[in-house]
């Protein structure tokens, strides 16, 4: 047969050759490509041709997800159990276990979490370099693993989990770069501890109201604190943090209705620790700081009597509390304690407001003083409306000749709730 044939407008085109085909790429292309698929379907290829008839087993990925089984949890767990008995412990790139909120009831049922929890050990001995266990919003399931070890495991993901007391203090997983937690119980954690940790990332997670979790991570890049439950994790030494996003939502108890007064000796939010810092002493580091809290927080009064130097500071946003704690104290000293700041941004929204107005300035050295940075280039100042509290903040900036501040009215334009870490 021609290799060529009758094209439009009586061109010749080439006819596309077996060799060409997917037929063609080597079965690891192969077996990485079903890796991307969900379970279920990567399985199914075993029907295309003889060649496809085991090539599933040995996917670099495993995707296991409950669409499809919402109405019939008791077909979910016998087809993982086939599917993993026949892979046997083929290793792994990647695996993921998601369940979604259709299975909530059947999740939890007798059986299932004892399930759940051998899948997951099982992916671990696969050794899985990526791991993922996504659990139905609404209860925390119990992942009951002592100690997790991997001499692989590079990147874990975990959402709507309870630990056990030691689950994450992570010393015999020299590989792991990457920990997520999102919407977990870490009332049992006394400690979060990895040598080789570079992001961390801790959201809508609660901690315990009897005892302060520390965070034990000096190869820290990336840290992530959203809307932490209870009281405040402490902070230990991190000295190669780049980037650090720190916002203490409605939920933390580290709050005290006697600061103004001075008397907190009835504060259940004091400090329990050899520490004399819960956050600031660990972000001292930071490259770039963003820090957000929506009521008075008493831990961020402790650490401001004790102010770190933030001698790597180049870029700070400072945002809700601390735009007027204070009287707006919190501002100042941390000026005046990060001599290379180069950029600085303070919001100010009533809640559920979004930004109107955007004003920027610059630092003019009409005198040297060693008030602030000499290296402050801008300063932005974000509002929905320009009120009392806004006017004291520009006032206190005219006082560090930051002058020159010129307003742009801005619409539909929302400000995120996190300044999230670069990747």
């Not at 077996?31 to 670099?60: E, K, N, Y």
């Not at 209860?139 to 990147?155: A, E, K, P, T």
């Amino acid at each position: 047969m021609s290799p060529w044939r009758r094209g439009k407008r009586g061109r010749k085109a080439p006819i596309e050759s077996s060799d060409s085909s997917i037929e063609s790429l080597p079965d690891g292309v192969l077996q990485h490509i079903l890796g991307f698929l969900p379970a279920r379907d990567a399985v199914r290829s075993c029907v295309l041709a003889r060649r496809w008839l085991d090539l599933w087993m040995f996917a670099t990925g495993l995707r296991i997800t409950s669409n499809g089984y919402e109405d019939d949890m008791e077909k979910l767990r016998e087809f993982v159990d086939h599917l993993l008995l026949l892979r046997g412990i083929a290793p792994l790139e990647t695996c993921e276990l998601r369940f979604t909120d259709y299975v909530m009831v059947d999740i939890f049922s007798a059986g299932c979490p004892l399930r759940v929890n051998l899948w997951f050990r099982h992916a671990v001995r696969c050794q899985a370099r990526v791991l993922r266990l996504v659990m139905p919003s609404g209860n925390w399931f119990g992942l009951n693993y002592m100690h997790l070890v991997s001499r692989h495991l590079m990147q874990l993901e975990l959402s709507g989990v309870a630990f056990e007391e030691n689950f994450l203090i992570l010393s015999d997983c020299p590989a792991l770069e990457q920990l997520e937690i999102e919407n977990c119980d870490l009332t049992d954690v006394n400690k979060i501890s990895s040598e080789s940790l570079k992001r961390l990332s801790l959201t809508n997670c609660a901690f315990s109201e009897s005892f302060r979790t520390r965070i034990h991570a000096p190869s820290l890049v990336s840290l992530l604190l959203d809307d932490i439950w209870s009281k405040t994790p402490v902070l230990e030494s991190m000295p190669s943090l780049v980037d650090a996003s720190i916002r203490i939502g409605e939920n933390n108890v580290d709050s005290c209705d006697n600061c103004d007064s001075g008397d907190c000796s009835s504060c259940h939010g004091i400090i329990h620790s050899n520490s004399n810092s819960i956050l600031l002493e660990g972000l001292s580091k930071t490259t770039n700081l963003a820090l957000m809290a929506e009521s008075d927080t008493f831990i961020f009064r402790m650490d401001l009597k004790r102010c770190p130097t933030f001698s790597k500071l180049k870029t700070l946003l400072l945002s809700d509390y601390w735009c007027v704690a204070l009287d707006l104290d919190a501002i100042t000293c941390i000026l005046k304690n990060s001599p290379l700041l180069e950029k600085l941004t303070i919001e100010h929204f009533l809640k559920g407001s979004q930004l109107k107005m955007e004003m920027k300035g610059s630092y003019i050295p009409a005198q040297k003083t060693d008030a602030i940075s000499e290296h402050l280039k801008i300063v932005v100042v974000k509002c929905d409306v320009v009120d009392n509290k806004v006017y004291r903040v520009l006032k206190l900036l005219s006082t560090f000749n930051i002058r020159k501040l010129t307003s742009n009215s801005i619409k539909f334009l929302r400000i995120p709730k996190v300044l999230a870490p670069r990747s």
